[in-house]
């Protein structure tokens, strides 16, 4: 049940997928060298390895628990915390005007991929105040930057999102929290539910963004507002005083992610809890798509993180299980499952889903840094609409792949894995929230077709469609039957995936609800022909450095016949979600309602 960081693949999606000597060369990213990053990768993987990762266990069989009000977190939490506050991990990649390191946005998603790995009901406290100090930094005034910002960037404080409402779930223009001004502040009440340590034990103050209506609001979402909460106002120093009205009221009992107080919090219990609003009146949803695009990247990032750390798992199990005899041998004793060919090809699925992850979330994670950096403004804006259209499937492929993979996990252990003590069934458990918050995988699918494709008729999308093909012409002259292979695979995804957008493009400028039925089976479609994509490029990068004897040859073979398996094996079926996207209309209304 350890964890290690898989800093090889790590480094080699860095660098020959994602592009970090590229990214570094972005204004104000100069300091990302080489060498820097390597160590900022070492001493992350030794923090997650020997610090986090051992708390895991008992963070889900303890969890939270709610006493007298107070959040205690599960054994140990509290004092991990406080050394990774030290260690000014949380300042990784914000503004240096503010306490942080200004690192890249992709050194930090390879960083969180290990915080999440390790222990995912710990890591959450850091996803959410991440997306926090991202709203506030982009929409706050200088006066709440400058309040806020330098502690919740150090992770002496944490901050939140409260959207969801009982009445309200993902219809967030139901939304009932109201916000009535006195004097220089609002007054906030109203009730919120799931929200992810909202309460806890490990830091002196917690900065709530609550989304709530001011009494003059039209109905819908143009009425609601964003207002910076905290659990204590602060004084004229600055330093947390007077407690606001505010309080945890129950803890979630959930399936998984025990560790991660999940709070129903209750605001102005006593006239009202002290907010201040975010920007303007009436835009607080726009404001917290801010924050919400920034947590849908991290929350793929953990679909990827909770597949590693059940692959790792598995892996192990497998070489140590001994069970039957080898098929492929005359002897007749009994071997390690690692010899059989069904767990074989387990093992080789979840590795190569795993590995396309890991350089897709990568890809877009130096798209985001240079969106925000590079000092062409045409340049950011066009690589900003990659992002936009990226995120979505980052999100929801990620975390269905998460849930497959760690479901493979429990399957490769066979009845030990359907057995707590294993650990493989918390993998399983955690993994299930992930396709749900954050905007369900549906909801994901929904934005890709009806907003991301509907705006530009496809026309992003087939840009990379185009750099599909533009690879292959490179892996042309490439000798080698695994790179023939790999190219035929890239050369079917390109036909493939620009068959579906325009069909897509064309499907919701027709007839929207007929292209929304089909947009799961496009999502799915559109992630694993991406994610071979750069599998591609990373099996073209191993051949060269092969032929010219860079590089540890065991590591650049087996990410050649990992990206062919996942070429032959892994794409095909996905492929074939071409039919369902365009038929999926025909019947999915057929049934009349009460026919359920």
């Given amino acids: 049940m350890t964890y290690t960081a898989p800093l090889a693949d790590m480094r080699f999606a860095l660098r020959e997928v994602a592009g970090l000597a590229r990214v570094s060369t972005l204004p104000g990213y100069e300091h990302a060298t080489d060498d820097t990053v390597d160590a900022v990768l070492e001493e992350a993987a030794k923090l997650a390895g020997n610090g986090?990762?051992?708390?895991?266990?008992?963070?889900?069989?303890?969890?939270?628990k709610l006493e007298n009000g107070v959040v205690r977190t599960a054994p140990g939490f509290a004092g991990i915390y406080r050394e990774f506050v030290a260690g000014g991990w949380n300042s990784l990649p914000f503004d240096p005007e503010f306490g942080?390191?200004?690192?890249?946005?992709?050194?930090?998603?390879?960083?969180?991929?290990?915080?999440?790995?390790?222990?995912?009901?710990?890591?959450?406290?850091?996803?959410?105040?991440?997306?926090?100090?991202?709203?506030?930094?982009?929409?706050?005034?200088?006066?709440?930057?400058?309040?806020?910002?330098?502690?919740?960037?150090?992770?002496?404080?944490?901050?939140?999102?409260?959207?969801?409402?009982?009445?309200?779930?993902?219809d967030l223009g139901q939304l009932k929290s109201r916000a009535i001004r006195n004097g220089d502040h609002y007054l906030v009440t109203g009730q919120k539910i799931f929200i992810t340590y909202g309460e806890h034990d490990m830091a002196e103050n917690i900065v709530h963004l609550v989304l709530a209506r001011t009494p003059d609001a039209p109905a819908g979402v143009r009425g609601i507002s964003l207002f910076i909460v905290p659990k204590f106002l602060l004084g004229a120093d600055g330093a947390p005083g007077k407690r606001n009205d505010l309080r945890c009221v129950s803890l979630?009992?959930?399936?998984?992610?025990?560790?991660?107080?999940?709070?129903?919090?209750?605001?102005?219990?006593?006239?009202?809890?002290?907010?201040?609003?975010?920007?303007e009146e009436g835009r607080g949803l726009s404001y917290m798509f801010t924050m919400m695009n920034n947590a849908r990247l991290s929350v793929g990032i953990q679909g990827l993180a909770i597949a590693e750390r059940a692959y790792q798992q598995a892996a192990a199990f497998a070489r140590t299980r001994v069970q039957s005899k080898d098929d492929g041998s005359p002897k007749p004793e009994s071997v390690a499952i690692v010899h059989h060919a069904d767990v074989r090809r387990m093992l080789m699925t979840m590795r190569a889903q795993i590995e396309a992850m890991r350089s897709l979330g990568y890809y877009t994670a130096a798209g985001i840094d240079s969106a925000l950096k590079h000092p062409d403004k045409e340049i950011a804006r066009k690589t900003q609409d990659r992002v936009d259209l990226l995120i979505p499937i980052v999100k929801a492929w990620f975390t269905d792949l998460g849930n497959e993979i760690a479901s493979t996990g429990v399957q490769?252990?066979?009845?030990?894995?359907?057995?707590?003590?294993?650990?493989?069934?918390?993998?399983?458990?955690?993994?299930?929230?992930?396709?749900?918050?954050?905007?369900?995988?549906?909801?994901?699918?929904?934005?890709?077709?009806?907003?991301?494709?509907?705006?530009?008729?496809?026309?992003?999308?087939?840009?990379?469609?185009?750099?599909?093909?533009?690879?292959?012409?490179?892996?042309?002259?490439?000798?080698?039957?695994?790179?023939?292979?790999?190219?035929?695979?890239?050369?079917?995804?390109?036909?493939?995936?620009?068959?579906?957008?325009?069909?897509?493009?064309?499907?919701?400028?027709?007839?929207?609800?007929?292209?929304?039925?089909?947009?799961?089976?496009?999502?799915?479609?559109?992630?694993t022909a991406l994610g071979g994509w750069l599998l591609a490029r990373s099996a073209l990068v191993a051949q060269t450095r092969l032929a010219t004897r860079d590089g540890d040859p065991a590591f650049l073979e087996a990410k050649l016949i990992t990206s062919r398996f996942y070429a032959e094996v892994v794409l095909p079926p996905a492929l074939a979600q071409l039919g369902p996207l365009k038929a999926a209309g025909r019947t999915v209304f057929a049934l009349k309602e009460d026919q359920f």
Avoid at 121 to 133: P, T
Avoid at 147 to 160: D, F, N, Q, R, V
Avoid at 262 to 274: K, L, Q, R
């Fill in 412 to 527: 490769i252990h066979g009845g030990m894995g359907f057995i707590e003590e294993t650990g493989a069934a918390q993998h399983l458990r955690d993994a299930r929230i992930l396709p749900i918050y954050e905007g369900t995988n549906g909801i994901q699918a929904r934005d890709l077709v009806g907003r991301k494709v509907a705006k530009d008729g496809g026309e992003a999308m087939l840009a990379l469609v185009a750099e599909m093909r533009g690879l292959a012409e490179e892996m042309k002259v490439a000798p080698g039957d695994d790179l023939a292979a790999i190219r035929a695979s890239v050369l079917a995804s390109a036909d493939a995936l620009e068959d579906a957008t325009k069909w897509v493009a064309q499907s919701v400028k027709a007839d929207l609800v007929t292209a929304l039925a089909g947009s799961v089976p496009f999502l799915r479609l559109a992630g």
């Fill in 252 to 279: 979630e009992h959930k399936l998984g992610i025990h560790a991660s107080p999940t709070c129903v919090m209750s605001f102005g219990d006593d006239g009202g809890a002290a907010g201040y609003l975010v920007g």
């Fill in 52 to 64: 986090l990762a051992p708390l895991n266990r008992d963070g889900d069989k303890v969890g939270a």
């Fill in 100 to 170: 942080g390191q200004g690192m890249p946005w992709l050194l930090a998603t390879s960083v969180q991929e290990m915080w999440q790995a390790a222990n995912m009901g710990f890591g959450l406290v850091l996803l959410l105040n991440q997306g926090a100090i991202d709203a506030i930094y982009h929409h706050g005034s200088p006066e709440q930057r400058t309040a806020y910002l330098p502690k919740m960037i150090s992770g002496e404080w944490t901050g939140t999102m409260n959207l969801t409402e009982p009445q309200a779930g993902s």
